[in-house]
């Protein structure tokens, strides 16, 4: 029969086998709660990138109908013509350098300050909104070749400013690849009254490939730097907006000096 001390030393060995049993099992309880909550904050990010315009599919459903109305009310009844938005007539020219994957033409986009000035004086026949392409944010120049010839491919039918709106206002998340020709044919099917086939065969001819290559390089040679850069000629002469997102009163204060 054991003794007393080995039925101790028995106990305690019971006792730590039990302990050290006890810790893995909550060292794997711990590992799978982590685990679960990587996975729940993976999914909460994807639903708000997607809901914010940060993912890579476009709009769907009321919501992308609302943009759609959005795009539309704003340029109504505005003639467009290439990549120009307003009265050829229109004493004041605003040159617009943009990106279309720049988070900070987006801003512009959205904002109430560009939208103003298309609102008022470009439909007034007081300016006229000319589009010049320079990259910046989209880092790969093929892929900003691809989404700039689609825009100009849309001017084609004069509806530049159409998916050029479009693209700001469901642009995706940064370095994300989302550019893809689906994505762009999704944009131009969202245009009402536009031919999507015939689109298509207009972004394929090289000489858009060309007016994006000697727009960006006539840019640069002009000293711009990024994006978006708004600069106003007109009869006063020429001045660029300071701020990269201006409010309508200083969009108004720069081109009151120039008109």
Known sequence: ????KAQREELRAIAAENARLEHARRRRLKMVGATIAVALTVFVVGVVISSTGGGTALNKGKQAQHTVSLVQTLLA???QSGARLGDPKAPVTLVYYGDLQCPACRELALGDGFSGLIANDVRAGKVKVVYRSFETATRDPHAFQIQQVAALAAGKQNHFWDFAELFYHQQGQ?????VTDGYLAGLASQIPGFDVHRWDIARNGRS???QVVSEAQAAGATGIKGTPTLVFQGPGGSAAVPEAIPTYAQLEQVLQSVA
């Open 77 to 79: 009844r505005i003639p």
């Open 174 to 178: 940064e370095g994300a690849g989302y």
């Open 1 to 4: 029969m054991a003794s007393r």
């Open 208 to 210: 858009l490939v060309a």
